[in-house]
């Protein structure tokens, strides 16, 4: 535990995301840090992507998840897990508890694509389908358990999932050195505030700056207001940025360490996708690009800078990701 400036306890510091990043080691991948000559072009400035859509899963969820299922004690892991998600979390959870040998539950809802709940079935954990009209996965998630002693792992306001995605940026570092400004995708703030604890900790002067999508800028409210602002769902491609607040425990975080959110639109994220596959050979999801589509959109006079990137996921049907680019 660190304590703010304002004497207020933040949930992790930057010896949480060493401590997630010595259990990771050897179980999560060293995710590689691109470079392209034309995005340098592009944005007049450097850019190191730290790419993420590369990780186990396909996203930078898998550290979260398991650096919080590493930490269970004895008992917890005797009885297992339980996650409530439709989308990278799920997997995230599934594949983790598989490696530690562990019983997953993982609460979804019943319109979810096949793809999904075949996939997260596929890595060994048993689905509940709920309604997600008429039932509260939160309360199902919770009965489930009470009746059968699992702990439930949020996708984002924990501080070893906040932690084991600090690690995202903590390898950043390591390899592309000191930036002048840090550019992080944001839904409920869990990699947000994981990496912004790396950024304070190792290079103070490094601006960190989260994007969300312009449909759905609760955190850009959030951080003007000094409080936790929730709206409806947002309608916007990003659908891993679909979350409709920031979480007590992440916005702790972002308030102390980030610096600005900045938004991007669907066209931009678009536009970003469309780039990453045809200039860089990268498949990269909606959400994944909401960093990409800031630093091209150059939202602040960010000309000369050196830029890190997190591109931090990439799955999305290949059906659905043809159709999003083939548009007009
Ligand atoms: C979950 C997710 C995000 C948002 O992460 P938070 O920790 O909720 O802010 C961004 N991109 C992808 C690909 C995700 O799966």
């Given amino acids: 535990m660190q304590h703010s400036a304002g004497g207020r306890a933040?949930?992790?510091?930057?010896?949480?995301?060493?401590?997630?990043?010595?259990?990771?080691?050897?179980?999560?991948?060293?995710?590689?840090?691109l470079r392209s000559a034309t995005a340098d072009a592009r944005a007049q400035a450097t850019l190191h992507f730290k790419a993420e859509h590369l990780q186990r899963i396909g996203a930078f969820k898998f550290r979260g998840g398991y650096n919080a299922l590493d930490r269970f004690d004895?008992?917890?892991?005797?009885?297992?897990?339980?996650?409530?998600?439709?989308?990278?979390?799920?997997?995230?959870?599934?594949?983790?508890?598989?490696?530690?040998?562990?019983?997953?539950v993982i609460v979804m809802p019943e319109d979810a694509p096949e793809a999904?709940?075949?996939?997260?079935?596929?890595?060994?954990?048993?689905?509940?389908?709920?309604?997600?009209?008429?039932?509260?996965?939160?309360?199902?998630?919770?009965?489930?358990?009470?009746?059968?002693?699992l702990t439930l792992v949020p996708p984002f306001n924990h501080p070893h999932v906040m932690a084991g995605q600090g690690t995202v940026a903590n390898e950043l570092f390591d390899e592309a050195g000191e930036l002048d400004l840090l550019l992080v995708p944001l839904g409920g703030g869990g990699l947000l505030s994981g990496c912004a604890t790396v950024a304070r900790a190792r290079y103070p002067n490094?601006?960190?700056?989260?994007?969300?999508?312009?449909?759905?800028?609760?955190?850009?409210?959030?951080?003007a207001r000094d409080a936790i602002v929730a709206i409806d769902t947002p309608r916007t491609i990003a659908d891993g940025a679909q979350t409709a607040a920031?979480?007590?425990?992440?916005?702790?975080?972002?308030?102390?360490?980030?610096?600005?959110?900045?938004?991007?639109?669907?066209?931009?994220?678009?536009?970003?996708?469309?780039?990453?596959?045809?200039?860089?050979?990268?498949?990269?999801?909606?959400?994944g690009c909401l960093a990409v589509a800031a630093a091209f959109a150059n939202a602040e006079p960010w000309q000369g800078l050196r830029i890190g990137i997190v591109i931090s996921g990439g799955n999305v049907d290949p059906l659905r990701f043809a159709s999003l680019i083939a548009a007009p």
Avoid: W
């Avoid at 933040?10 to 840090?33: C, F, M």
């Avoid at 639109?265 to 200039?279: G, H, K, P």
């Fill in 10 to 33: 933040l949930a992790i510091d930057y010896d949480d995301v060493l401590s997630a990043q010595r259990r990771l080691e050897g179980v999560a991948h060293r995710t590689p840090v």
């Fill in 74 to 104: 004895a008992a917890q892991q005797r009885a297992g897990v339980v996650a409530f998600s439709s989308g990278n979390h799920a997997q995230a959870i599934a594949l983790s508890a598989r490696l530690k040998a562990m019983r997953a």
């Fill in 116 to 149: 999904k709940i075949a996939a997260t079935r596929g890595y060994g954990a048993e689905v509940v389908l709920y309604d997600r009209y008429t039932e509260d996965r939160e309360a199902l998630g919770r009965g489930l358990a009470e009746r059968e002693g």
């Fill in 246 to 287: 920031l979480g007590d425990l992440t916005f702790g975080v972002i308030r102390q360490c980030v610096d600005a959110i900045v938004t991007v639109s669907d066209a931009e994220l678009v536009d970003a996708m469309t780039f990453m596959a045809s200039r860089m050979k990268q498949f990269v999801e909606p959400t």
């Fill in 206 to 223: 490094c601006r960190v700056i989260g994007v969300e999508p312009e449909a759905g800028n609760d955190g850009q409210q959030s951080l």
